[in-house]
Structures are given as structure tokens and as C-alpha cells.
């Protein structure tokens, strides 16, 4: 008898395992499919009605794996900052300390939102629709914004240790003005349609990395050519 229940276990466990795998890989592909509705839409054009009829499910089946439509909100902010991680921050852990990976940070990021100018950037629209709503979902998206902050300030405090950028350079405030070119990147690039803003970008930055550099301690800037240019108007 006893052997007989040992026996089942097993493919008991076996079944129970496919059925939590297949409950993570629906949610994944909900969650999926909701990022790319939110990144033409909005946070908040996000529905479970809308994501079930995308999804080919019933409404019911939608909410069982999130709860709330918040918590969708919630999921698809964090999906989007943990790609934002892969194209963006992770690459640039392999390059040099110091100026070469801010450059490395700041490149990544670029290629990024050349291809955001079209699909549109979570982080902006986000801001726009929750910068005056407190809740969980705005905390999700500021801590997100945030993180990501931190990251690009502590790869310009060590630009200083290395001797790369000048000791009494404000990390701060070189945050700040690089943080701004993306801003003024989106802005011109998607809603002026200007065809030049990514070029004018780069051509900032480099003004910027001139203007805190330690002089000889800093690599020459290198020729880019960006991905791609938005469409003209």
C-alpha cells in the first residue's frame, strides 16, 4: 500500500510542477502582452477586459493570476524597469569603471530610446499620468525612476574616484543634465518629430562629459553614429 502511494507521488509532484509552470508562463505572456499595450496607451488605458480579448481569455481568467487591476499596473511597471536592467544597466557592468562606463550607461540608453520614440517610454507616460496620484503604483514607477537615477549618479562618483571626471565635479547635478537630455530627447524626437534630436543628444552629452572632465585623465570622445533617426515630420 505504502509502496503503491510512494509511486504516485511522484507523478503527482510532476503534475502539480507543469501546472505552476503553465500558471507562470500564462501570467508572463498576460503581463507581456500588457506592456505592449501600456507603452501605447498608458497605465491607465490598461483594462482586464481589454488584455482578455488581446489574450483570447475570459475576463475571469485574467484577474485570477493578478487580483486587481492595480496590481496588473503594478506587474507591467516591473517587467518594463527589469528589461530597462537587461538592455540598459547590465551591459555597461562589463565595461571599464569610471568615464567608459558612464559613456557605456549613457549609449545603452540611447539605443534604447530610439526605439522608445516610436513604442513610447513607460517611465515618461507613467510620470505624466501618476505624478499627482500617490498610491502603489506610482511609488512602483518614482521607485523604479529612482533606482535607475541612483545607478547613473554612483557610475559618476566613481568617474571621480577614477580620476576621470574633476574631484569637485556635483554628481548631482551631472545626473541631473544627462537625465535632461533624454527628457528633451523624447519630447523633441516624439511629439516635434524633429529628425535631428538624436544627434543633438549625443552632441549634449559630450558637451556635458567635456565640461566636468579632468582633462587628460578623460578617453577622447569617439565618432557615433546613432541607431536610428526618428521620422520627419
Not at 21 to 42: C, E, M, N, S, Y
Not at 77 to 94: G, L
Not at 173 to 194: C, D, G, K, T, W
Amino acid at each position: 500500500m505504502s509502496a503503491t502511494t510512494s509511486s504516485k507521488r511522484p507523478r503527482s509532484d510532476t503534475a502539480l510542477t507543469r501546472s505552476l509552470q503553465k500558471g507562470q508562463q500564462t501570467k508572463a505572456a498576460i503581463v507581456d502582452a500588457a506592456l505592449g499595450l501600456a507603452t501605447q496607451i498608458g497605465l491607465e488605458g490598461l483594462s482586464i477586459g481589454a488584455l482578455a480579448e488581446v489574450m483570447q481569455m475570459s475576463k475571469s481568467g485574467v484577474f485570477a493570476h493578478f487580483g486587481s487591476r492595480e496590481e496588473l499596473q503594478i506587474s507591467v511597471v516591473r517587467e518594463y524597469h527589469h528589461r530597462f536592467e537587461e538592455e540598459v544597466f547590465y551591459p555597461a557592468m562589463s565595461v571599464p569603471r569610471g568615464l567608459p562606463r558612464l559613456r557605456a550607461l549613457f549609449d545603452n540608453w540611447m539605443k534604447r530610446t530610439s526605439v522608445e520614440i516610436d513604442s513610447g517610454c513607460l517611465y515618461i507616460s507613467g510620470a505624466v499620468e501618476f505624478d499627482d496620484r500617490p498610491g502603489p503604483v506610482r511609488d512602483a514607477l518614482a521607485s523604479s525612476v529612482s533606482t535607475w537615477l541612483a545607478a547613473m549618479k554612483r557610475a559618476i562618483e566613481i568617474g571621480i574616484e577614477e580620476g576621470h571626471l574633476r574631484a569637485d565635479t556635483d554628481a548631482d547635478q551631472m545626473r541631473f543634465e544627462i537625465h535632461s537630455l533624454i527628457l528633451a530627447l523624447h519630447y523633441e524626437a516624439r511629439f516635434l518629430r524633429a529628425p535631428d534630436s538624436l544627434q543633438r543628444a549625443v552632441t549634449a552629452f559630450e558637451g556635458i562629459v567635456l565640461r566636468y572632465s579632468a582633462g587628460d585623465a578623460t578617453d577622447p570622445a569617439p565618432a557615433r553614429k546613432t541607431a536610428r533617426k526618428p521620422r520627419a515630420a
